[in-house]
Every structure is written in structure tokens, then in C-alpha cells.
């Protein structure tokens, strides 16, 4: 079962007024589909011991409080450029990556905070790269877009749509060439759909059997524009059918769901080799970037999936479930307040990057002229 | 040495390399079962396998970005573009990804890969198919730009470029893979990047040329020596990172220069080479820097408008007899 998607409006030009009835249609279904996946949460909930549970409620509220704290660094000018904000959209990160190894790949778009920190980025690291810092993870030359830690196994942090695709193709590919069960994730908005580089990602990926799994973060809006008004066939998971790729539709808003389908993704990955393609659907709570006025869609839709916010749903089936308490809960968010209070003194005292980094960095073995 | 084609060196260089590290493969369209369009990997297939020689579909973009991030993890990718044209799609991964990878990241990736193929003019395919796109690449910090113009380079600076760890745009000339010369032998004959190689010296006038403009000058030299003027030709194989002083070390000689180039004159290639002799060896200049380049036009398909759009040796003759003022 899956929210209907909303029907296409030929001149792409609906108002806000149209678009308002729209909402209120899928607004049903909508309710409908939440008050089932709860109820699905919560069964999920006896599958994942609780230590693991409690963690990536710790994860989502991380990412939540972090990137509260990087809007309010925006507004005091202390971070420059795009930065855009992940919050609402935490369950995909945090799902998906929980089912991970930690010799296993992810790379994502330039919506790349929660996805660096669940890869165990330090918060301090990520936001002395938002503040341009040398403490940052890519020493204040990649910024907000491009946090990597090759370490870590986070390999980017890519601002141009799409573009990390056949990177991440790649990446599976040379981690089969090497004969190892290393899997790589590759998240990508809906709007990376439309570009060429994924439809030729998935088209190798299948051919050569490589064990990529492709997360498409479906939060409806490509930057102001919604996935009805640039999509011709807007079912996402659908497309893998061209390719004979696996799929699935997965409800973003439930972290558990998004792991349990990631869990079965690398079980096709790890085993066999094979490629496949996760539809998350989600909803970002926050413009596309922090100069965005949101003209483009109602309050009220926004506060409807406010209501299925999925780190109030995750913390709401936990307490049901006796896994959390309000101490616990108070717990995870004074642990989360401190790091992010200690990460943006960090971020404020880690020195600018020295003159000299400016000619740094470009060559691996620099020829001198 | 041995004699060989372009192309066998080129093959060479790629077998050789295969052989000593097992992380380098070749991945390109028909590089495979059809043996190179080219056959530039003729046999390759056959000495290392599927895994490491393959066929790739038609899809520039995606098999670009494929190897870039196959070069993020350590392999060492060579990507074979049928030809530099198509190379055009998938620019957003060269540029984007492979040059720029190492810097954004703060230094935490290397990115040793090799895209190669045929570059500049082939023989009345006209527009989309014949021409030169150096001065694209050489644009951008982050990548290195080769050019070779004979055998024994060609060898010798593939070698290089699959060994180094950064991002190398190999640009070979589809006129040019059948000419043969001699190729040192054995498996550690190099030709270091960005270094120039004076290929005939002289001392009346100096012609900078790259690629299929390499022979044209040559021959311009020995009709030019038969009227009496002493030519030095400049290669700099490398166009980034530009060998700058040996070629302001045959300025200050001949004081003289003329560039011959395929490519486009207008922010081209020799257009940066004008303007760093003006800024480092102005006072050595005895007359204006002329540039012998491409017409400024689409590649025409007619015969006679071809030869027309491209460099030839009459007139490399004529600017140097120009800038000697001779005429």
C-alpha cells in the first residue's frame, strides 16, 4: 500500500490553491497509510534488539538538533554558500546505513550532513567544514556540499545532480573486481531520476552484476519543483523494471521499514552480486536550501507530514514498546545537545585554512613548473 | 629499438602495464570482442580476460564516472573514448568528478585514471567527428593533459600517465596511428609528464606544435632549411602541466615563434602558450607570435574545404618566413 501520487498537471502550473485540494486528497490516504505503518513499526520493533534501537534514535535526533544548530549558524553568517538541510528525512539515513558494515560504501548528493555523521563523521568535523574551518573533514574546501571521509568509507558529499551515480557504480564495481562482499549505498533525490546518469548507472549495474544498492530519496520536490510537474511516469521504483533490477517502495517515514528493505537489498548485494533500487518516499520539513522562500507548496502539506514526523513515530513505537522512557529520551537529548554545543566551539576555534591550502590538494604527485 | 606503429606502441604500453599491476583495466566501447575501433587493443582481451578488458555499452557519462569511482578505491581505470568527440558527454564526470575530487575532499582521494582516445581531425567525418578539444581540458587544474606525437612518446607517456595518480586526458590523433618510428625497448622506458621534447634543433626560428602538427613542422623545418632559415621544433607532449621553459629556453634562442596547432585559434592551446612567452620572454621577441591553427569553422565533410579548415606545411612555411620577415 502506497499514498497515490498526485495526478499530473499538464500545464505544470497548478496554484497553490488547486495544489491545497490535491493535498487534501492525498491527505486521506495519507493518515491511512500512517496509522498502518505505525502499526508495522511497532511489530518491526521485536526484530532489532534495543540497543541497536536506541542508537538510531540517538542518529535521527543527532542529525535533527545538528542541523538546527547549522540553520541558526546560517543566520549569524557563519556558514556561507548552499546549505541544505536534511530534517524530516532523517529515517533514510539512519535506516538504511544501520544495516550497513562498516567496510561497506555510501555516497550521496549535496544533502550530505546526516548521511556523513550516521558514517561516523565527528559532528565537530562536519561543522568546521559548514564554518569553512581546517578542522573540517575535507579541511574547509569542500564545504556543506562535499564532506567525504575516505576513512570512514564516506566517499562524498556530490553537488551536481546525479553525478554521484556512476561514481557509486564504480565503486561497486571495483569492490567486485577485487572479489570482496563489500556493498556501496548511493542516495539520490527523486529529481536525480531525470538525469541520464542514472538510467545509465542502473542499465551497467545490472549488465555487469555489481553490488550497488541505489537509494532514491523521494521528498517529492526537486527544489521547487514538484515530482508531478517533472516526471512523466512518477513511480520511481517502477523504473527499475527498464533494467530488471529489483525494487522496492519504502515508507521513509519509518526508520525500521527502511531498514528492513535495505536488509534484504544487501542480502542481493552480498550474495549474488546484484543491484537494486530502493524508493524511499519522504519529505523534507525545510526548504531546498536555506535561501528557499517555499512558495511552491502550502503550510498545510508540510504540517501533514510534520505529523509523521519519523523520529516523534520511532520515539512514540519505542515508549510503546517499553524501550524508551522519558529518562532515556532526556538522555539521548542531553547527550545530543552537547555534542552539538561542543561541535560548533569547535567549529568556532578551529583556525581558517592557511593561505598556503589554497595551492594544495590539486595534484597527487604535483609536476613543478 | 624496435619499429612500430602508433598503435602498437600504444597497445604496448597498455599490455605492459596490465602485466605489472593487476589493478589496471581497460573499459571503453568495443575495446573488447571487437578489438579496439581502432585497434589500438588489439589482443587484450585474449591475454587478460573479461574482467579486465571490457566492452562497455554506448554511454559516455556513465562509464566515465564509472571508472572515476573505481579510481576512488584504488583501481587504476584506463577509459578508452572511441573517440575524444564523444568524450564531450561525459565531461561532467571528468571535470566534476575526476579533476576536482582531490580538492574538495581536502586531499583524501587519489584519482589514477587514464582517459584516452583518439583527439583532432580524422579524415572527412566533418563536424561532430574531427575536432581537437585540448584547450577544454587543459582548462582545468586537476586534470594533466598529454599529447604525444610519436611512437616512442606514445609509449612512453602512456606508461607514465597509468602509473601517475592523478587524472590523465590522453589524447592520441586517429591520422596518426599507423605512422611508425622506433621504440626503445624493455618494460621501463618512460616519458616523464610535463616535460618538452625539442625535436629538431635549430636557431633562425622556433616552431611550437603538438600531435599531428609534430611531422607537419618537421617538414616545414627541411623546406625551410633548404631556403636557408635554421628551425627548432618544440613538442611539449604535455600541455598540463605546460614544460614553459624549454619553450622560453628556444625563444630566448631563436626569438622567433610560430604555433602550429589543429585546434580552434580562439582560447586555444597556443593562445596560453602566446601569452606566458609575452609575459616571461617579451624583450627576446623578435617579432609577433603567429599562430597557424584550425579554421574557425565546423570540420567541413568536401575534401577540398577540409584541407582547407587544417594546418598544413605551406603554411607553417609561410608564418615562419613571416615572423623572420623574410617575405
Same mark, same amino acid.
Given at each position: 500500500m502506497r499514498p497515490r501520487a498526485k495526478t499530473n498537471s499538464p500545464s505544470g502550473s497548478a496554484g497553490v490553491a488547486e495544489r491545497e485540494e490535491k493535498d487534501q486528497i492525498d491527505a486521506d490516504e495519507l493518515r491511512e497509510e500512517h496509522e498502518h505503518r505505525k502499526q508495522e513499526q511497532r511489530k518491526h520493533i521485536e526484530e532489532v534488539d534495543n540497543e541497536t534501537l536506541l542508537r538510531m534514535l540517538y542518529q535521527m535526533i543527532l542529525i535533527r538538533r545538528f542541523e538546527e544548530k547549522a540553520a541558526e549558524a546560517y543566520t549569524l553568517g557563519k556558514i556561507g554558500g548552499f546549505c541544505h538541510l536534511y530534517i524530516g528525512q532523517e529515517a533514510v539515513a539512519v535506516g538504511t546505513l544501520s544495516a550497513l558494515r562498516p567496510d561497506d560504501y555510501a555516497l550521496t548528493s549535496y544533502r550530505d550532513h546526516g548521511h556523513a555523521l550516521v558514517m561516523g563523521i565527528s559532528p565537530d568535523e562536519v561543522m568546521a567544514e559548514l564554518f569553512g574551518k581546517i578542522g573540517g573533514c575535507s579541511k574547509g574546501k569542500g564545504g556543506s556540499m562535499h564532506l567525504f571521509d575516505a576513512d570512514k568509507h564516506f566517499l562524498g558529499g556530490h553537488a551536481i545532480v546525479g553525478g554521484q551515480i556512476p561514481l557509486a557504480t564504480g565503486i561497486a564495481f571495483a569492490t567486485k573486481y577485487r572479489d570482496t562482499d563489500q556493498v556501496t549505498l548511493c542516495y539520490f533525490g527523486e529529481a536525480a531520476v531525470n538525469q541520464g546518469a542514472f538510467h545509465e548507472s542502473l542499465n551497467m549495474a545490472q549488465l555487469w552484476k555489481l553490488p550497488c544498492i541505489y537509494v532514491c530519496e523521494n521528498n517529492q520536490y526537486g527544489m521547487g519543483t514538484s515530482l508531478a510537474r517533472a516526471m512523466s511516469q512518477s513511480n520511481v521504483a517502477e523504473k527499475a523494471c527498464s533494467y530488471d533490477i529489483a525494487s522496492e517502495f519504502v515508507d521513509g517515514m519509518d526508520v525500521l521499514a527502511v531498514r528492513a528493505a535495505t536488509e534484504r537489498a544487501i542480502e542481493r548485494a552480498r550474495t549474488d552480486y546484484l543491484p537494486s533500487l530502493l524508493e524511499v518516499r519522504t519529505y523534507r520539513f525545510m526548504g531546498h536550501s536555506m535561501s528557499d522562500p517555499g512558495h511552491y507548496r502550502t503550510r498545510a502539506e508540510i504540517e501533514r507530514y510534520q505529523e509523521r514526523d519519523p523520529i516523534k513515530v520511532f520515539g512514540n513505537s519505542l515508549r510503546e514498546k517499553n524501550v524508551l522512557d522519558d529518562a532515556g529520551l532526556k538522555e539521548i537529548e542531553d547527550r545530543v545537545r552537547a555534542e552539538v554545543e561542543r561541535a560548533v566551539k569547535f567549529a568556532d576555534s578551529s583556525p581558517e =585554512? *592557511? =593561505? +598556503? +591550502?589554497? &595551492? %594544495?590538494?590539486? &595534484? *597527487? %604527485?604535483p609536476i613543478k613548473q | 629499438m624496435a619499429v612500430m606503429t602508433m598503435r602498437e606502441a600504444l597497445n604496448q604500453a597498455m599490455r605492459e602495464e596490465m602485466q605489472r599491476d593487476e589493478s589496471v583495466f581497460l573499459l571503453g566501447e568495443e575495446v573488447a570482442e571487437y578489438q579496439g575501433a581502432y585497434k589500438v587493443s588489439k589482443g587484450l582481451l585474449e591475454e587478460f580476460g573479461g574482467k579486465r578488458v571490457i566492452d562497455s555499452p554506448i554511454t559516455e557519462l556513465g562509464f566515465a564516472g564509472l571508472g572515476v569511482g573505481a579510481a576512488m578505491v584504488g583501481l587504476r581505470p584506463v577509459i578508452e573514448f572511441m573517440t575524444f568527440n564523444f568524450s564531450i558527454l561525459a565531461t561532467d564526470q571528468i571535470i566534476n568528478s575526476a579533476a576536482k575530487m582531490r580538492y574538495m575532499s581536502g586531499g583524501q582521494f587519489k584519482i589514477p585514471i587514464v582517459f584516452r582516445g583518439p583527439n583532432g581531425s580524422a579524415f572527412q567525418v566533418s563536424s561532430q567527428h574531427s575536432q581537437a578539444l585540448e584547450s577544454w581540458y587543459a582548462h582545468f587544474p586537476g586534470l594533466k593533459v598529454v599529447m604525444p606525437s610519436t611512437p616512442a612518446d606514445a609509449k612512453g607517456l602512456l606508461k607514465s600517465a597509468i602509473r601517475d595518480d592523478d587524472p590523465v586526458i590522453f589524447m592520441e590523433q586517429e591520422r596518426m596511428y599507423g605512422i611508425k618510428g622506433e621504440v626503445p625497448e624493455g618494460e621501463d622506458f618512460l616519458v616523464p609528464l610535463g616535460v618538452a621534447d625539442v625535436k629538431r634543433e635549430g636557431k633562425d626560428a622556433t616552431i611550437i606544435a603538438r600531435s599531428m602538427t609534430v611531422p607537419l613542422a618537421l617538414k616545414a623545418a627541411e623546406e625551410l632549411e633548404k631556403q636557408g632559415v635554421s628551425v627548432e621544433v618544440v613538442d611539449p607532449r604535455t600541455i598540463r602541466p605546460l614544460d614553459i621553459e624549454t619553450i622560453i629556453n628556444s625563444v630566448k634562442k631563436t626569438n622567433r615563434v610560430v604555433i602550429a596547432e589543429e585546434s580552434h585559434a580562439f582560447c586555444g592551446v597556443a593562445a596560453e602558450i602566446s601569452a606566458q612567452i609575452m609575459e616571461r620572454a617579451f624583450d627576446y621577441l623578435d617579432a609577433p607570435v603567429l599562430r597557424v591553427s584550425g579554421a574557425d569553422v565546423p570540420m567541413p565533410y568536401a575534401k577540398n574545404l577540409e584541407r582547407l579548415a587544417l594546418p598544413d606545411v605551406e603554411r607553417i612555411v609561410k608564418a615562419v618566413r613571416e615572423v623572420a620577415y623574410l617575405d
Open positions: =585554512p *592557511a =593561505p +598556503e +591550502e589554497l &595551492y %594544495t590538494d590539486i &595534484y *597527487a %604527485t | -
